[in-house]
Each structure stands twice: as C-alpha cells, then as structure tokens.
C-alpha cells in the first residue's frame, strides 16, 4: 500500500483529485470534466477517473448526490472500494467542503457552484439545507440563476415583460440570438452545466448595471442567506454566526456581499478548498498526525497551483 493518501471532489463542473505524502505536501494534482450522476455519469465514468492512483492508504471522495440518492450513494461506494480498496471512503460533496473549511471543527459552511446548499456543524450535530437538485431546489446556485436569467430574456423575447435590453445583451453574452435561445439552451448534452454557465454572463451584464442581472444575483443572496440561517438554527447555532463560502458563485462580489449583508457579517477564511478537506478525512483515517501545520502546508501547496 501507497504511503499517501487521496482527496477527491468532484461537481457539477469540474472534478479535482489530489495526492498527499504524510507531512502534507500536494504529491500530484489532477483534474477534470464533473461528475455529474444527474447527467449520466455512471459508474464507469468514476472507475475510469479513479483507476490512475492504484490503492492509496487511505481515500476520501466528496462526489454529489452521495447520502441523497440511494442507487446513486450505493455504487459510488462499490466503485470506490473496488477501485481504491477498503480504506476508500465517499461522502456528500459539500461535507467534504464543510471538512476543508472548518478542519473539521464547528460553523456554517454555503456552497454555491452548479447546486446549492447550506451545511452546518454545531452543538446540535450536523444538518444540511437545501440541495435539493435543479428540478425543484439548489436556490441561489449557478444553475439556478442561469434559469432565472433565460426565463427572464424569454418573456422580454415574446413580450410578456418590457425592461429593454436585458435579452438581447444577455444572448449576446452567452452566443447565441433571442429566436435561437430554445435551441441553444436544449440542445446541449450537458443541460445542467450549460444553463450554470449562464451565471457567468449575468455576473457580468451585473457588473455592467444591467438591472435585471442585478436583481437575479441579489435574490441568488437571499436564498443562500436563507439556507445559513435555516442550517444553523437546525445546528443549534447563534448569534453571531460563523459561516464560511465556497463555490463558483461566489467570485461574484455581488453575491457574497448580498449574502454578508443578511448575516450580518463578513465570512470566515476557508482552512482548505474542498478537494483538501477530502483530502485532510483521509489523512486523519490514515492514522497520520495531522496539526495546524499539516493543513498549512497543504493549503500552501494548493495555493501555489491556484486551488484555494
């Protein structure tokens, strides 16, 4: 057996699988497209992603839909003890954010990319909040904004709505013509990742002072502030709350200002990323003497390769 360990997390988006040695420096770094079982990755797509790193001493996956899904928890476990052996471990995605935020000690942490959720460790246990998936849930997350946005062009487009402009330069941004949107928007493989990538241009038509953007991103911050506040008091947290973020969302400032604002303060630093928490429960159930210096040096490293 490897003397080192993996942290794996994997998205909507995109997917980071990390090698760690014992005083914990980044052994090797990869990444790649999402795991996404919402979109018809199975488990050949996790078994072809985790062949590469043989049998680690220990491995720690953050992959979605994991204590959510029955079917879908079930053989994500069977491919990672098949692949990786018995001292691989799954976990829901965002846990393992909760991990490398906090190291594993008490707060808040929301995380905003593709979905969205609240998860909360405090007096009373862990809860979670929201998660709930694109067809009825993930309030505030990138797909869920991109939807908002392109329902808002759609009524501007056949004139249900008459705010000028916010269709046309939407398109625009996103490449494609307001009598063409139906089609561009469903004919991707990937509708979830392509309706989050939307987000990105209404970060940007905010940016600008596109008021419909603008009031989008806004009422993206009131459900996310919303989903702290529910996952907290479940936690038996109070007053003052400490939360930390994560996930693509939250680049824009607009956001993560929207949300400071309901909370009433600014967020905590993240300890580690979410692949370095995955990484940082896999190093502890090694049995290796993980310290404050261990998760410098493993932040530092992540740092140095542009993952924080």
């Known amino acids: 057996m490897m003397a080192e360990v993996l942290g794996l997390d994997a998205g909507g988006t995109k997917t980071l699988a990390l090698r760690v040695g014992p005083d914990g420096r980044v052994l090797e770094l990869r990444s790649g497209p999402g795991l996404d079982p919402v979109a018809g990755d199975g488990p050949e797509r996790l078994r072809a992603c985790l062949a590469p790193f043989g049998q680690p001493r220990a491995a ?10 029955a079917a879908v928890s079930r053989w994500q476990a069977e491919v990672a003890v098949e692949v990786l052996g018995t001292g691989a471990r799954v976990m829901n995605d965002v846990a393992a954010a909760h991990t490398g ?15 969205s959720m609240a998860w909360a460790r405090g007096p009373k246990g862990e809860h979670r909040v929201g998660g709930f998936g694109d067809l009825f849930g993930d309030e505030g997350s990138a797909f869920w904004i991109g939807r ?23 398109c625009a941004k996103i490449g494609a013509a307001p009598d063409t949107l139906i089609d561009w928007t469903y004919a991707a493989a990937d509708r ?40 907290a008091a479940a936690a038996g947290w109070a007053a003052p709350l400490v ?5 693509g969302v939250f680049a824009d400032t607009r956001v993560l200002a929207g949300v400071t604002g309901r909370l009433g303060l600014a ?21 290796w003497a993980v310290d404050e210096a261990w998760i410098a040096a493993l932040a530092a490293d992540l740092a140095a390769r542009g993952v924080t």
Do not use: M
């Open 60 to 69: 720690t996956l953050g992959l979605p839909y994991h204590g959510e899904v």
């Open 101 to 115: 935020a906090f190291a594993g000690a008490e707060g808040v942490l929301i995380l905003a990319g593709t979905g």
């Open 148 to 170: 908002r946005a392109l329902a808002a062009a759609s009524r501007q487009i056949d004139g249900r709505a008459w705010a000028a402009g916010f269709a046309d330069t939407l």
């Open 192 to 231: 979830r990742a392509h309706v989050a990538s939307v987000a990105r241009a209404v970060s940007a038509l905010a940016g600008q002072g596109d008021a419909t953007a603008d009031e989008v991103l806004d009422a993206a911050a009131a459900e996310l502030a919303l989903a702290a506040r529910a996952a």
């Open 243 to 247: 939360w930390a973020c994560a996930g």
């Open 267 to 287: 967020p905590c630093p993240r300890k580690l990323p979410p692949v370095g928490g995955a990484a940082l429960d896999a190093a502890r159930r090694a049995g």
